[in-house]
């Protein structure tokens, strides 16, 4: 089995700064993309920044500039460092991975982590 495991949100002034992190375990061969969504009371989920096994990165227009995304060096690991946050960020963060499991798997599954809340003050 894969898990997901969310750390670092919390309450922030805008303007301020936090760095979530996640942590991929378990059963894992191969890991490809890692990735950051959001989902805001009453809205639907949104992708936030996501990043290749190769190091490419993708931003939401919302967060470019803002907000940085990086693995670790295990590369089981993926942080989003946030910056100079605002109000309409405050979301739940999920963090996202395609994993295969073993050598023998059928391709890679996708995954999700419970969350984090972030929660930006104005």
């Known amino acids: 089995q894969v898990q997901l495991v969310e750390s670092g949100g919390g309450l922030v002034q805008a303007g301020g700064s936090l760095r979530l992190s996640c942590a991929a375990s378990g059963s894992i061969f191969s890991i490809n993309a890692m990735g950051w969504y959001r989902q805001a009371p009453g809205k639907q989920r949104e992708l936030v920044a996501t990043?290749?096994?190769?190091?490419?990165?993708n931003y939401a227009d919302s967060v470019k500039g803002r907000f940085t995304i990086s693995r670790g060096n295990a590369k089981n690991t993926v942080y989003l460092q946030m910056n100079s946050l605002k109000s309409e960020d405050t979301a739940v963060y999920f963090c996202?991975?395609?994993?295969?499991?073993?050598?023998?798997?059928?391709?890679?599954?996708?995954?999700w982590g419970k969350g984090t809340l972030v929660t930006v003050s104005s």
């Open positions: 996202n991975t395609k994993i295969m499991a073993t050598a023998y798997s059928i391709g890679y599954g996708n995954y």
């Open positions: 990043i290749t096994s190769g190091g490419s990165t």
